[in-house]
Nanobody, 124 residues
Framework: VQLQASGGGLVQAGDSLRLSCAASRSIFSRYDMAWFRQAPGKEREFVAVIRWNPGIQEYADSVKGRFTISRNNAENTVLLQMTSLKPEDTAVYFC??????????????????WGQGTLVTVSS
């Protein structure tokens, strides 16, 4: 398994949750790492990305200021800290790895490797 996402669960609106994505070293060390999400009946959408070097982050407007993506280089993991969660954040969250995604970081096709997804449910 190249990517393994975990940390999802059921929370209330306003709560915080942290997702984790464990990656193989060969991927983590040289790939841009991202989170996408897919709500029921909707297409998979970009959430956040962190470049492999030098760690620049980009966020979807809907999560900017509430979510933070980071890399734990010692453990080859990518974290997504989510705060002030809203019911509309309910979705299956996927981690993904792409090679030098550049300005096309919101496009799913730019990512070669995908994790299995972890469900986040935010109740009102």
């Amino acid at each position: 398994v190249q990517l393994q996402a975990s940390g999802g669960g059921l929370v209330q609106a306003g709560d915080s949750l942290r997702l984790s994505c464990a990656a193989s070293r060969s991927i983590f060390s040289r790939y841009d790492m991202a989170w996408f999400r897919q709500a029921p009946g909707k297409e998979r959408e970009f959430v956040a990305v962190i470049r492999w070097n030098p760690g620049i982050q980009e966020y979807a407007d809907s999560v900017k200021g509430r979510f933070t993506i980071s890399r734990n280089n010692a453990e080859n993991t990518v974290l997504l800290q989510m705060t002030s969660l809203k019911p509309e954040d309910t979705a299956v969250y996927f981690c993904a790895a792409g090679w030098d995604v550049g300005r096309r970081y919101v496009e799913r096709g730019q990512y070669r490797y995908w994790g299995q997804g972890t469900l986040v449910t935010v109740s009102s």
